[in-house]
Nanobody
């Protein structure tokens, strides 16, 4: 059974940092990534990373502040979030998929975690 489990969310003040983790079990994924959904908004892409870790993509609003990485030995993907802003408040979801292209297309065929809440106070 394929399962992705996120952790690391919480409440932080603006300017602070959090690191999200997502452990996958049941299979390995060529691409992994993160999406987020704020209240009243659609779920949107945040970042993705390929198998080797050498290819990454970010949505413009997090470039320079967030860093995605993965540890294939642990089948885990991370999202280091620095200089957090109140507008980063959302539920963050981990995804595993066949390719970066699939993730960037919305990950409709991918495997998803249950989400972890990130709240940034002003």
């Amino acid at each position: 059974q394929v399962q992705l489990v996120e952790s690391g969310g919480g409440l932080v003040q603006a300017g602070g940092s959090l690191r999200l983790s997502c452990v996958a079990s049941g299979r390995t994924f060529n691409a992994m990534g993160w999406f987020r959904q704020a209240p009243g908004k659609e779920r949107g892409f945040v970042a993705t990373i390929g198998m080797s870790g050498g290819t990454t993509y970010y949505t413009n609003s997090v470039k320079g502040r967030f860093t995605i990485s993965r540890d294939n030995a642990k089948n885990t993907v991370y999202l280091q979030m620095n200089s957090l802003k109140p507008e980063d408040t959302a539920v963050y979801y981990c995804i595993g998929d066949k390719s970066i292209r699939e993730v960037l297309s919305g990950g409709l065929g991918g495997s998803w975690g249950q989400g972890t809440q990130v709240t940034v106070s002003s």
